[in-house]
Nanobody, 115 residues
Framework: QVQLVESGGDTVQAGESLRLSCAASGINFSFDVMGWYRQAPGKQREFIAGIYTNGFTKYGDVVEGRFTISRHSVKNTVSLQMNSLKAEDTAIYYC?????????WGQGTQVTVSS
């Protein structure tokens, strides 16, 4: 059974940094793409960043150059370095992975940014 487990969520002050990580288990293949989404209370889940096996990255508009995604394809782990955090970054952050058009989700990790 494929599982994605996020870690690194915390409560921080505005302007600080956090690094989220996601580890996959129960697989013997490399995901086509891994990435991060987030969902704030009362809002729809939104795309943050994605990284393909070849290293190509894509970022959502919300990032504004503050976040960096990285990946270890062999270990099927993906990280999100978040700098200059703002109060509006407060949300549950979800790890996402796709293999042959099948999508997998983690349970999410809470990030709270206080102003």
């Amino acid at each position: 059974q494929v599982q994605l487990v996020e870690s690194g969520g915390d409560t921080v002050q505005a302007g600080e940094s956090l690094r989220l990580s996601c580890a996959a288990s129960g697989i013997n293949f490399s995901f086509d793409v891994m990435g991060w989404y987030r969902q704030a209370p009362g809002k729809q889940r939104e795309f943050i960043a994605g990284i393909y096996t070849n290293g190509f990255t894509k970022y959502g508009d919300v990032v504004e150059g503050r976040f960096t995604i990285s990946r270890h394809s062999v270990k099927n782990t993906v990280s999100l370095q978040m700098n200059s955090l703002k109060a509006e970054d407060t949300a549950i952050y979800y790890c996402n992975a796709i293999f042959r058009q099948r999508t997998y989700w983690g349970q999410g990790t809470q990030v709270t940014v206080s102003s």
